[in-house]
Protein backbone atom coordinates (compact mmCIF):
# COMPACT_ATOMS: atom_id res chain seq x y z
CA UNK A 1 0.00 0.00 0.00
CA UNK A 2 1.49 3.44 -0.76
CA UNK A 3 2.50 5.27 2.34
CA UNK A 4 3.56 8.84 2.92
CA UNK A 5 6.42 9.44 0.61
CA UNK A 6 4.66 7.54 -2.46
CA UNK A 7 1.59 9.44 -1.90
CA UNK A 8 3.76 12.94 -0.80
CA UNK A 9 5.69 12.44 -4.64
CA UNK A 10 2.43 12.05 -6.82
CA UNK A 11 0.89 14.98 -4.81
CA UNK A 12 3.97 16.71 -5.57
CA UNK A 13 3.93 16.04 -9.03
CA UNK A 14 0.47 17.07 -9.72
CA UNK A 15 1.27 20.25 -8.00
CA UNK A 16 3.44 21.39 -10.48
CA UNK A 17 1.53 20.31 -13.50
CA UNK A 18 -2.15 20.49 -13.00
CA UNK A 19 -2.07 23.63 -10.47
CA UNK A 20 -4.68 26.15 -12.72
CA UNK A 21 -6.12 23.55 -14.87
CA UNK A 22 -9.79 23.70 -15.40
CA UNK A 23 -11.81 20.41 -15.80
CA UNK A 24 -13.42 20.12 -19.04
CA UNK A 25 -14.60 16.38 -18.73
CA UNK A 26 -15.37 13.85 -16.25
CA UNK A 27 -15.70 9.86 -17.40
CA UNK A 28 -16.23 7.27 -14.99
CA UNK A 29 -16.54 3.83 -15.19
CA UNK A 30 -19.94 2.56 -14.63
CA UNK A 31 -20.52 1.08 -11.16
CA UNK A 32 -17.58 2.51 -10.02
CA UNK A 33 -18.58 4.08 -6.44
CA UNK A 34 -17.53 7.55 -6.12
CA UNK A 35 -18.53 9.85 -2.91
CA UNK A 36 -21.33 11.07 -2.62
CA UNK A 37 -22.98 9.99 -6.01
CA UNK A 38 -21.80 10.10 -9.45
CA UNK A 39 -24.15 12.64 -10.78
CA UNK A 40 -23.12 14.54 -8.01
CA UNK A 41 -19.77 13.98 -8.68
CA UNK A 42 -19.82 14.96 -12.38
CA UNK A 43 -21.88 18.07 -12.30
CA UNK A 44 -19.76 19.32 -9.48
CA UNK A 45 -16.39 18.81 -10.85
CA UNK A 46 -17.40 20.18 -14.56
CA UNK A 47 -16.24 23.21 -14.98
CA UNK A 48 -13.94 23.88 -11.68
CA UNK A 49 -10.34 24.56 -11.30
CA UNK A 50 -7.85 23.13 -9.50
CA UNK A 51 -6.24 25.97 -7.27
CA UNK A 52 -4.40 23.91 -4.91
CA UNK A 53 -2.86 20.45 -4.58
CA UNK A 54 -1.87 19.03 -1.16
CA UNK A 55 -1.86 15.90 0.93
CA UNK A 56 -4.01 15.03 4.27
CA UNK A 57 -1.93 11.94 5.45
CA UNK A 58 -2.26 9.38 2.51
CA UNK A 59 -4.99 11.40 1.15
CA UNK A 60 -4.01 13.19 -2.02
CA UNK A 61 -6.38 16.58 -1.87
CA UNK A 62 -7.36 18.90 -4.84
CA UNK A 63 -8.62 22.25 -3.48
CA UNK A 64 -11.65 23.29 -6.27
CA UNK A 65 -12.17 27.04 -7.07
CA UNK A 66 -15.35 26.43 -5.37
CA UNK A 67 -16.24 25.42 -1.86
CA UNK A 68 -15.17 21.33 -2.81
CA UNK A 69 -12.12 19.21 -2.48
CA UNK A 70 -11.82 16.53 -4.22
CA UNK A 71 -9.42 13.63 -2.94
CA UNK A 72 -8.19 10.44 -4.06
CA UNK A 73 -6.63 7.49 -1.87
CA UNK A 74 -4.89 5.06 -3.88
CA UNK A 75 -5.71 1.91 -1.01
CA UNK A 76 -3.53 -1.54 -2.02
CA UNK A 77 -3.23 -0.72 -6.07
CA UNK A 78 -4.76 2.54 -6.93
CA UNK A 79 -2.59 4.41 -9.13
CA UNK A 80 -2.95 8.39 -10.52
CA UNK A 81 -1.41 8.69 -14.04
CA UNK A 82 -1.42 12.22 -16.34
CA UNK A 83 -1.15 10.96 -20.22
CA UNK A 84 -2.26 12.47 -23.20
CA UNK A 85 -6.39 12.75 -23.49
CA UNK A 86 -5.75 10.79 -27.21
CA UNK A 87 -3.74 8.25 -25.75
CA UNK A 88 -5.76 4.30 -24.74
CA UNK A 89 -7.40 4.42 -22.12
CA UNK A 90 -4.95 2.22 -19.21
CA UNK A 91 -5.33 -0.90 -17.51
CA UNK A 92 -8.20 -1.25 -14.56
CA UNK A 93 -8.48 2.64 -15.22
CA UNK A 94 -11.89 3.31 -13.49
CA UNK A 95 -11.65 7.39 -13.45
CA UNK A 96 -10.77 9.86 -16.01
CA UNK A 97 -10.97 13.89 -15.79
CA UNK A 98 -9.88 16.20 -18.71
CA UNK A 99 -8.18 19.07 -17.90
CA UNK A 100 -6.68 22.03 -19.79
CA UNK A 101 -5.01 25.38 -19.36
CA UNK A 102 -3.98 27.81 -21.59
CA UNK A 103 -4.68 25.45 -24.88
CA UNK A 104 -2.97 22.40 -23.05
CA UNK A 105 -4.74 19.35 -21.92
CA UNK A 106 -3.91 16.35 -19.89
CA UNK A 107 -6.43 13.39 -18.53
CA UNK A 108 -5.43 12.95 -15.25
CA UNK A 109 -6.34 8.73 -15.03
CA UNK A 110 -7.62 7.01 -11.45
CA UNK A 111 -6.51 3.26 -12.36
CA UNK A 112 -7.59 0.90 -9.45
CA UNK A 113 -7.25 -3.07 -9.89
CA UNK A 114 -9.08 -4.37 -7.20
CA UNK A 115 -11.10 -1.23 -6.42
CA UNK A 116 -10.50 -0.62 -2.94
CA UNK A 117 -9.13 2.75 -3.68
CA UNK A 118 -11.51 5.95 -2.54
CA UNK A 119 -12.48 8.90 -4.83
CA UNK A 120 -14.64 11.81 -3.19
CA UNK A 121 -15.93 14.83 -3.32
CA UNK A 122 -16.38 16.95 -0.35
CA UNK A 123 -17.34 19.93 0.62
CA UNK A 124 -15.19 22.13 3.66
CA UNK A 125 -17.04 21.27 6.67
CA UNK A 126 -16.72 17.25 5.61
CA UNK A 127 -13.05 17.65 4.55
CA UNK A 128 -12.45 18.90 8.52
CA UNK A 129 -13.91 15.93 9.87
CA UNK A 130 -12.09 13.74 7.57
CA UNK A 131 -9.02 15.48 8.80
CA UNK A 132 -10.06 15.09 12.47
CA UNK A 133 -9.17 11.28 11.46
CA UNK A 134 -5.76 11.47 11.27
CA UNK A 135 -3.40 12.58 13.71
CA UNK A 136 -0.45 15.15 13.01
CA UNK A 137 1.67 14.06 9.93
CA UNK A 138 4.86 12.45 10.80
CA UNK A 139 6.94 15.24 8.72
CA UNK A 140 4.77 18.35 10.64
CA UNK A 141 7.29 20.42 12.79
CA UNK A 142 4.47 20.91 15.23
CA UNK A 143 5.33 17.23 16.35
CA UNK A 144 7.17 17.80 19.34
CA UNK A 145 8.65 14.46 21.06
CA UNK A 146 6.86 15.05 24.20
CA UNK A 147 3.31 15.02 22.26
CA UNK A 148 5.05 12.23 20.06
CA UNK A 149 5.62 10.07 23.39
CA UNK A 150 2.04 10.92 24.60
CA UNK A 151 0.30 9.72 21.82
CA UNK A 152 2.12 6.65 21.68
CA UNK A 153 1.48 6.22 25.22
CA UNK A 154 -2.56 5.71 25.39
CA UNK A 155 -2.40 3.33 22.90
CA UNK A 156 -2.29 -0.11 24.91
CA UNK A 157 -0.31 -2.18 22.11
CA UNK A 158 2.73 -2.99 20.40
CA UNK A 159 4.82 0.26 19.19
CA UNK A 160 4.93 -0.77 15.82
CA UNK A 161 1.34 -1.54 15.39
CA UNK A 162 0.35 2.28 16.97
CA UNK A 163 2.59 3.51 14.65
CA UNK A 164 0.62 2.13 11.78
CA UNK A 165 -2.88 3.44 13.40
CA UNK A 166 -3.51 7.09 11.26
CA UNK A 167 -5.02 8.35 14.23
CA UNK A 168 -1.79 8.65 16.20
CA UNK A 169 0.31 9.87 13.60
CA UNK A 170 -0.33 10.28 10.10
CA UNK A 171 1.74 8.86 7.12
CA UNK A 172 3.35 5.63 8.34
CA UNK A 173 2.99 2.27 6.47
CA UNK A 174 4.96 -1.14 7.66
CA UNK A 175 7.74 -0.64 5.39
CA UNK A 176 8.93 3.18 6.25
CA UNK A 177 7.70 2.01 10.21
CA UNK A 178 9.53 -1.04 9.75
CA UNK A 179 12.72 0.61 8.97
CA UNK A 180 12.03 3.80 11.46
CA UNK A 181 12.00 1.30 14.09
CA UNK A 182 15.35 -0.50 13.43
CA UNK A 183 17.31 3.02 12.93
CA UNK A 184 15.70 3.58 16.41
CA UNK A 185 16.76 0.31 17.72
CA UNK A 186 13.44 -0.09 19.16
CA UNK A 187 11.58 -3.71 19.17
CA UNK A 188 8.11 -3.74 17.16
CA UNK A 189 7.28 -5.49 19.92
CA UNK A 190 8.17 -3.04 22.43
CA UNK A 191 4.78 -2.06 24.15
CA UNK A 192 4.62 1.34 23.91
CA UNK A 193 3.96 2.58 27.79
CA UNK A 194 7.16 1.01 28.32
CA UNK A 195 8.76 3.83 25.77
CA UNK A 196 10.55 6.53 27.52
CA UNK A 197 10.86 9.61 26.02
CA UNK A 198 14.69 9.48 24.71
CA UNK A 199 13.29 6.52 22.80
CA UNK A 200 10.53 8.72 21.47
CA UNK A 201 12.77 11.30 20.53
CA UNK A 202 14.96 8.74 18.57
CA UNK A 203 11.53 6.82 16.84
CA UNK A 204 9.92 10.44 16.39
CA UNK A 205 13.82 11.50 14.73
CA UNK A 206 14.63 8.27 12.78
CA UNK A 207 10.72 8.62 10.94
CA UNK A 208 11.27 11.67 9.67
CA UNK A 209 14.49 10.77 8.35
CA UNK A 210 13.21 7.85 6.79
CA UNK A 211 10.22 9.30 5.16
CA UNK A 212 12.69 12.38 4.06
CA UNK A 213 14.76 9.61 2.21
CA UNK A 214 11.93 7.70 0.84
CA UNK A 215 10.88 11.04 -0.86
CA UNK A 216 14.15 12.10 -1.84
CA UNK A 217 14.41 8.55 -3.51
CA UNK A 218 10.54 9.40 -5.05
CA UNK A 219 8.99 6.29 -3.16
CA UNK A 220 9.36 2.81 -3.13
CA UNK A 221 8.37 0.17 -6.07
CA UNK A 222 8.11 -3.37 -4.80
CA UNK A 223 8.18 -6.58 -7.18
CA UNK A 224 4.57 -5.95 -7.99
CA UNK A 225 5.38 -2.48 -10.21
CA UNK A 226 1.87 -1.39 -7.84
CA UNK A 227 3.05 1.98 -7.42
CA UNK A 228 4.30 4.59 -10.02
CA UNK A 229 4.33 8.11 -10.19
CA UNK A 230 2.19 9.95 -12.14
CA UNK A 231 4.35 9.62 -15.11
CA UNK A 232 4.29 5.50 -14.79
CA UNK A 233 7.95 5.36 -13.23
CA UNK A 234 8.87 3.41 -10.27
CA UNK A 235 10.25 4.99 -7.21
CA UNK A 236 13.62 4.03 -5.96
CA UNK A 237 13.35 3.66 -2.31
CA UNK A 238 13.47 -0.02 -2.46
CA UNK A 239 17.33 0.19 -3.09
CA UNK A 240 17.94 1.83 0.46
CA UNK A 241 15.62 0.44 2.86
CA UNK A 242 17.13 -0.61 5.50
CA UNK A 243 16.00 -3.47 7.14
CA UNK A 244 12.77 -4.13 5.48
CA UNK A 245 13.32 -7.32 2.97
CA UNK A 246 16.79 -7.83 4.62
CA UNK A 247 18.08 -11.47 5.28
CA UNK A 248 20.84 -10.03 7.33
CA UNK A 249 21.21 -6.87 9.62
CA UNK A 250 23.86 -4.50 7.65
CA UNK A 251 25.22 -3.27 11.11
CA UNK A 252 25.69 -6.39 13.23
CA UNK A 253 24.63 -9.04 10.15
CA UNK A 254 23.04 -10.90 12.84
CA UNK A 255 20.27 -13.05 11.08
CA UNK A 256 17.09 -10.84 10.41
CA UNK A 257 14.12 -12.23 12.18
CA UNK A 258 10.64 -11.77 10.53
CA UNK A 259 7.66 -12.29 12.11
CA UNK A 260 3.39 -10.98 11.39
CA UNK A 261 2.53 -8.20 13.88
CA UNK A 262 -1.00 -7.84 13.58
CA UNK A 263 -0.78 -9.17 9.92
CA UNK A 264 1.79 -6.92 8.64
CA UNK A 265 5.06 -8.44 7.70
CA UNK A 266 7.71 -7.18 10.12
CA UNK A 267 11.44 -7.55 9.79
CA UNK A 268 13.84 -6.49 12.81
CA UNK A 269 17.22 -7.74 14.03
CA UNK A 270 16.89 -9.35 17.66
CA UNK A 271 20.68 -8.03 18.11
CA UNK A 272 20.02 -4.35 17.25
CA UNK A 273 16.69 -4.31 18.32
CA UNK A 274 16.53 -5.72 22.02
Request: charged share 25%; net charge positive; aromatic share 8%.
Amino acid sequence: MPELPEVHTIASDLKTTIEGFRIDDVELEKGYKVYPTADYFAKTLVGAHVDKVGRIGKNIVLKLDSPNFLTFHLAMTGRLLLKDPTTPKALHQRLQLTLSNKGESVALRFCDARMFGKVSVWTGQELRKLKAKYGPDVLTQELLPQDFAARLKIKNTSVKNALLEQATVAGLGNIYATDALWLAKIHPETKTRDLDLQQATDLLKAAKDILAEGIAHRGSTLPDEAYVDVFGQPGHHQKYFRIYGKTFCPVCTTRVDYKKLNGRGTYFCPSCQK
